[in-house]
């Protein structure tokens, strides 16, 4: 079992940044691709970026593509994602996930097998 913990939402006005943050306890967490989802009031969740276990790899919904940037620190079993110039729209509850079988270029739910709770992110205009 993996558990994640998020942390590092907030509320912002448009054009702030923030960076929210993963922390991964329990099996072993250097090989598993880690994501971030975001899931807004009325809405599906979504895919927002994803990056394998040594930071090779990085995908990006179109959405947040030269905004946001995701990272980890395999050391402090933490990946980190670096939200700037958010926009109203970007208001959701932000989800880290963990793929154990480390795909290259996870962007579905399937594809995770461990979640976190979550953490509000909340962009005023």
């Known amino acids: 079992q993996v558990q994640l913990v998020e942390s590092g939402g907030g509320l912002v006005q448009a054009g702030d940044s923030l960076r929210l943050s993963c922390v991964a306890s329990?099996?072993?967490?250097?090989?598993?691709?880690m994501g971030w989802f975001r899931q807004a009031p009325g809405k599906e969740r979504e895919f927002v970026a994803s990056?394998?276990?040594?930071?090779?790899?990085?995908y990006y919904a179109d959405s947040v593509k030269g905004r946001f940037t995701i990272s980890r620190d395999n050391a402090k079993n933490t990946v980190y994602l670096q939200m700037n110039s958010l926009k109203p729209e970007d208001t959701a509850v932000y989800y880290c996930?963990?793929?154990?079988?480390?795909?290259?270029?996870?962007?579905?739910?399937?594809?995770?097998?461990?979640w976190g709770q979550g953490t509000q992110v909340t962009v005023s205009s």
């Open positions: 329990g099996r072993t967490f250097n090989w598993y691709t």
């Open positions: 996930a963990a793929d154990y079988f480390g795909r290259a270029a996870a962007t579905k739910m399937g594809e995770y097998d461990y």
């Open positions: 990056i394998t276990w040594r930071g090779g790899s990085t």
